[in-house]
């Protein structure tokens, strides 16, 4: 039971984990604040969290910006095309769910799968972008192809930031929460489910063996 409390022990290492999290959350919010610089900030978010798996953290503000500096300029075109189909998405589902049933509920269908998809690629390619150099469109190409290879962490991924998204912010008296872990902490449970994927694929090409992380 002392080494429960000790500086090496489970209960510390949460904090320090909790901790991280936290001052990641306040920072990738900052940064995101003008809107269109959110991409740079969300992928910088999800490099810091794979690096808190390799206990890699001790340097993790500067790390975070070293990162969104060199993501600003790659990862801005590809969040407006993911904050405009988002957009579209939403003037969309205003303008049919008040259309006629006959036509209504057709539209809402092709509308709600049109969302699984944008949700579906939207939790793998921001980590991906965070540990690949590729292309505009191979970026895109492929989170959809590790969307589907990898349906069931997909779906499991969707589900955790769907939950925890719409959970936090549905009163205002769990805005506090949302400010302090509700970008952080969805992202950092999906590295669960992610990290040890991407792993795979950076060993395939470097050719170098995995290794052990906190979240595999």
């Not at 510390?12 to 936290?22: A, F, H, I, K």
């Not at 944008?118 to 192809?145: D, H, I, S, T």
């Amino acid at each position: 039971m002392s080494n429960f409390f000790k500086l090496d022990g489970p209960l510390m290492r949460v904090l320090s984990e909790l901790t991280n999290l936290l001052i990641l959350n306040i920072i990738t919010m900052v940064c995101c604040l003008p809107v269109f610089t959110a991409g740079a900030a969300i992928t910088s978010m999800h490099y810091c969290i794979m690096k808190m798996a390799d206990a890699e953290d001790s340097h993790l503000v500067s790390m975070f910006f070293t990162q969104f500096k060199g993501n600003f300029k790659s990862m801005t075109p590809a969040w407006i095309v993911f904050l405009g189909c988002g957009a579209f998405l939403y003037f969309d589902y205003q303008v049919f769910v008040v259309s006629a049933e006959s036509v209504k509920n057709t539209a809402l269908i092709l509308i709600y799968a049109a969302a699984i998809i944008y949700l579906a690629v939207y939790v793998w390619f921001f980590p991906l972008a965070a540990r690949f150099e590729n292309g505009f469109a191979a970026k895109f190409k492929n989170a959809f192809l590790m969307a589907v290879g990898a349906l069931p962490r997909t779906l499991a991924m969707m589900v955790i930031w769907v939950v925890i998204v719409f959970v936090l912010s549905q009163s205002y008296r769990l805005l506090p929460l949302f400010a302090m872990f509700g970008l952080s902490m969805p992202a950092y449970l999906s590295a669960f489910l992610y990290y040890p994927v991407i792993k795979k694929q950076i060993a395939a090409i470097t050719g170098e063996p995995e290794e052990d992380d906190t979240l595999t």
